[in-house]
């Protein structure tokens, strides 16, 4: 249990990105338009039962033909940066090789459009929308055909042909390699669609920091002059152990383990998975029979282009588990199992639109001293933050009451406990297509009417709190009257 606690008051550092977030897949729709071919999303939603209601992308918040509206929005909430990604079909159609130009021209709209604005853009180069035709060869479970593996430092490489990186100075390789991984090649409920326990999402995920790596290594080589920085962006949670027994204390550092650890550790630690990750993934698959372990192995050379490939860490984060050591079942084959944990949540605990999503603020600067205490004092970009629900109601004050205390935990980390936290991104500018659950959960500090074919915008009360948040760039001790709005949660 928690209770609120007093919000402090005070400034965010000189510079701070103030931001608001999107993904391609979730607002541009235009799936098949001007060359576009299919990602992994248009053929996933198109099957039988998968998505609720059977929602889709195609038209989304048809931001391909309404991005002017966008940049509007971010531009009247005051946000010094956006973040938006860039559908990996939509600009190389055959995943490899040829550049769609009119794909191109469109995200150098957007980008002209943000910077004269004076709004920073930060591009997402893969935030789950994968080629259909690079999936059909495998997809990231395949290292050699060509694939994601070869095309995330190509797809770098023809962005900057075109002129890009010159006026992006902050990517994402990355968004969430875990969920990717774990939601799209393990449980199978989001494309591709594949079911493989314990196997699959392991393959997966190493052939995505792979792919980061090298993409990092061929921007700094190629790109050295245009002083942009490159990242990763990573699903996290904080996790608060069950009692203080010494079993649920290890449990919950282990769970931090398998989960950021996964991802961040090859990166941020030494090259190589979490060794408590490589002990029992290892453990468990000799128990099982297998010949070796499930968990890939990396290799020298992989390990040196891993280490230190990323200018700062990307986490997106919403919400909170309570973790309790329970020895896994053996005979079962399934990462879930690899970990020996059960995950609760807190009954005190708020809900949100989300069942996955309870509102834990203290749980943002737990996180982010875990992250200084484990890696270091690496500079942070929070890249989502945000909380849903299913009304839509514009006067959202349950959302006010989320922003003001995960960014008051922000300000915490960073004036009290010293965290070098660069920047913050809520999510999102807007409702979107929200993967498996459709347009029902919503996640916008901006409404868009999905019945409308104009698909018509308009701001929250929790764009105008941000909006406060961001002019003043922190929490002003007077005069800021969303103080007295009560907490509703
Ligand atoms: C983020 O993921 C995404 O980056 C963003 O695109 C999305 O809109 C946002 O969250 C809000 O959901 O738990 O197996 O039932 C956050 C992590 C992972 C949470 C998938 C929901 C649902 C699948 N999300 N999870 S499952």
Redesign the pocket.
């Known amino acids: 249990p928690y209770q609120d606690e007093p919000l402090t008051y005070g400034k965010f550092p000189d510079g701070f990105a103030w931001g608001l977030a999107t ?1 391609s897949y ?1 607002i541009e729709g235009a799936w098949n338009e001007d060359g576009k071919k299919e990602s992994i999303w248009d053929r996933f939603v198109r099957v039988e039962g998968k998505i609720k209601g059977g929602d889709t992308g195609d038209i989304a918040c048809d931001s391909y033909h309404r991005w002017e509206e966008d940049v509007a929005l971010v531009k009247e909430i005051g946000a010094t940066h956006y973040r938006f990604s860039i559908s990996w079909p939509r600009i190389l159609p055959e995943g490899i090789g040829a550049v769609n130009q009119l794909g191109v021209d469109y995200y150098n709209r957007l980008i002209d459009a943000l910077l004269e604005a004076g709004i920073q853009p930060m591009a997402t180069l893969y ?1 789950w929308d994968f080629p259909q035709c690079l999936e059909d060869k495998g997809g990231w479970l395949n290292d050699d055909v060509p694939n994601g593996l070869k095309n995330t430092p190509q797809r770098v490489l023809q962005l900057s042909e075109i002129g890009n990186t010159v006026k992006v100075k902050l990517w994402i390789t990355l ?2 390699p875990y ?1 990717a991984a774990l ?1 799209g090649y393990e ?1 199978g ?2 494309a591709p669609g594949i079911q493989d326990p314990g196997k699959s999402a392991y393959i997966c995920g190493h052939n995505m920091l792979k792919a980061h790596a090298k993409a990092y290594r061929k921007y700094k080589q190629d790109f050295k002059g245009q002083e942009g920085k490159l990242g990763i962006s990573f ?1 996290t949670e904080a996790a608060f152990p069950a009692s203080d027994s010494e079993d649920d204390v290890k449990a919950t550092n282990r769970y931090m383990q398998f989960t950021l650890g996964w991802f961040a550790h090859p990166i941020f630690k030494d090259g190589n998975y979490p060794q408590i990750m490589i002990d029992q993934i290892g453990e468990k698959s000799k128990l099982q029979g297998f010949p070796q372990s499930r968990l890939p192995i990396f290799t020298r050379e992989e390990r040196k282009q891993l280490l230190g490939s990323s200018d700062f860490i990307g986490l ?1 984060h ?1 919400t909170s588990k309570v973790v309790s050591h329970a020895v896994g079942n053996h005979e079962v084959v399934s990462c879930a199992e690899d970990r020996d944990v059960k995950l609760d949540y807190d009954p005190t605990w708020p809900n949100s639109g ?1 069942v ?1 999503l309870r509102p834990v603020p203290p749980g943002m600067r737990m996180l982010l001293n875990w992250v200084k205490d484990e890696y270091g004092n690496l500079p942070v970009y929070i890249t ?1 933050n945000g909380v ?1 629900d299913t009304a839509g109601n514009l006067d959202d004050l349950h959302r006010i009451y989320y922003y003001k205390h995960f960014i008051n935990n922000v300000l915490k980390a960073i004036t009290l406990d010293g965290c070098k936290v660069e920047g913050y991104y809520a ?2 500018l807007m409702d979107s297509f ?3 659950v459709g347009y029902s959960e919503k ?1 916008g500090v901006c409404a868009v009417d999905f019945a409308d074919k104009n698909r018509r915008r308009t701001m929250k009360s929790s764009a105008r709190f941000l909006r406060r948040i961001f002019a003043d760039n922190g929490f002003l001790k007077d005069g800021n009257p969303w103080y007295d709005v009560p907490d509703a949660k």
């Open positions: 993904s979730q935030h968004n969430e969920i939601v449980k409920i989001f699903f997106n919403y989300s996955w989502e849903s999510w999102s929200e993967w498996t996640f």
